[in-house]
């Protein structure tokens, strides 16, 4: 019998089992006594054809090695194709756990804390000269700006100006014809005139929320410590009533909201929410959060499965099930770590990570260097490599394939002597526990289709 690939990993479902090779990502269903069988040595020629081809055993000697040396020449390099707009440090919210370093946190990251039109202007000058330097062409493909904070409704006037410049170039800069805006807000900035706004100007809304209910939301107050999801609440029936497309949901998932889902699926029926974001909390220093990552895995599962019959679907758990469909490695879940996505500063700096907004290192430019180009920049070159494919103590992980590596930040708080280069482990618990979701969801299928397993 020919050997087994060291990507190749057995996943015990019942009277079957299913073999993977976690950078192929096709699944072979066999029965269980055909396993047995082969774990002594016994194959058919058949099945051994099969799972040739499925690269779970190695057709030649090497073969493993040249499958990751190819990938990793060919992992994308940075391409960048995302900005975010940081238009205020000012938040008019005072959330408990805020990390951005807003002065809602009592912290900050340039002595300009708000963007004027003149700094907006210079930094879309600069994207647009990132995509233009692109491999893409985004005369053809979209490229995306992102409007950020603190709280960039406070800058209300300058992402108005930057949607309208947008328009305004797209014929002498035509990378920009194809660019969608959207913002990440606490939402409770957005009255009738603003939501018509944003719905004639193409800006698509996300609103930060922790959950589903005003008990759910009791960090996210104001600077008087008022609670706030009420008022989020109201946006949505102003949504409702003007018949406008409704925001999408970005959720920070707390220990209470992973416990009910119930909350969330009314809301969706009430509302009509189309999309969802969830957010993953980041390591607390008095845990290690091993339950708590368990648990909110399984509750983006549970919803998965809860909305997917009514055509609604969360971006994170879509991405991995975009590479286990079409077995296509995932190599990034993030856009710094894709070495695709810039960040401008209200004072004109330019960083790579949202999530590093609060320290100087992650600035590493200005809106006037002339020569800057991101895509060849160190900087961008070394976050490029932030991904799992790079990692070798990821190589024997089953989920390699769909990871895409995680978050860097939260890798740091887990290892802060190693710096950003070591493994987020919320990702290792998420990665895996949606594989063998993805896994056991396509086996439920398979079996309707006798062809299917063996």
């Known amino acids: ?8 990993h057995a996943f015990d479902l019942g009277e079957h089992v299913a073999l993977w090779h976690s950078l192929r990502m096709k699944p072979v269903f066999i029965e269980r006594g055909l396993y047995e069988l082969l774990q002594n040595g016994e194959c058919s020629e058949e099945l051994e054809r099969e799972l040739i081809d499925k690269k779970i055993f190695l057709s030649y000697e090497g073969e493993d090695e040249q499958i990751i040396s190819r990938l990793r020449q060919n992992a994308p390099q940075p391409d960048v ?20 370093g807003s002065d809602a946190c009592g912290q900050g990251i340039s002595s300009t804390k708000d963007m004027t039109p003149e700094i907006a202007e210079k930094a879309l000058d ?21 409007f950020f904070g603190g709280e960039p409704l406070l800058k209300f006037d300058v992402l108005e100006y930057v949607a309208r410049r947008v328009k305004e170039l797209s014929e002498s800069r035509p990378v920009l014809r194809n660019t969608s805006l959207a913002v990440i807000t606490n939402g409770t900035l957005l009255n009738e005139e603003r939501i018509l706004k944003l719905d004639a100007m193409g800006v698509a809304v996300s609103i930060s929320i922790d959950g589903f209910t005003e ?5 996210r107050v104001d600077k008087q410590g008022n609670e706030t999801f009420e008022r989020v609440v109201q946006v949505l029936e102003t949504y409702k009533r003007l018949e406008v497309d409704p925001p999408s949901l970005s959720v920070t998932l707390t220990e209470r909201t992973i416990e009910d889902l119930p909350s969330m699926l009314k809301l969706v029926r009430d509302y009509g929410v189309r999309g969802f974001g969830y957010n993953v909390l980041l390591k607390r220093e008095d845990e290690d959060g091993g339950e708590y990552y368990e648990a909110a895995s399984q509750f983006i599962i549970d919803s998965f499965l809860a909305l997917r019959e009514h ?10 099930l975009n590479a286990f469909a079409h077995s296509r490695v995932h190599f990034s879940d993030c856009g710094a770590t894709s070495g695709g996505q810039i960040l401008f500063a209200p004072d004109g700096r330019i960083g790579i990570c949202q999530g590093l907004m609060s320290e100087s290192e992650n600035y590493v430019a ?26 070798d103590e990821c190589l024997s992980c089953e989920a390699l394939g769909i990871c895409g590596g995680g978050c860097p930040v939260n890798a ?21 526990k949606t594989l063998e979701f993805l896994i056991r969801d396509l086996y439920e299928c398979a079996l309707a289709d006798s062809d299917y397993t063996r």
């Open 366 to 391: 200005d809106i006037w260097d002339d020569d800057f180009i991101a895509n060849e920049h160190p900087a961008w070159k070394a976050w490029s490599g932030l991904t799992a494919i790079h990692n």
């Open 126 to 146: 600069v994207f647009a000269r990132q995509l233009e330097q692109s491999s893409e062409d985004y005369t053809e493909y979209e490229s995306n700006i992102i």
């Open 412 to 432: 740091r708080l887990l290892h802060p002597e190693l710096g950003l280069h070591c493994i987020d482990e919320r990702s290792c618990v998420h990665s895996k």
């Open 81 to 100: 194709n995302l900005a975010y707009f940081i238009l205020s440090e000012h938040c008019n919210l005072a959330c408990k756990y805020c990390f951005v």
């Open 311 to 320: 055509g609604v679907y969360e971006d994170r758990i879509m991405r991995k």
């Open 215 to 219: 008990q759910a939301n009791s960090m």
């Open 1 to 8: 019998m020919r050997e087994l690939s060291r990507f190749a």
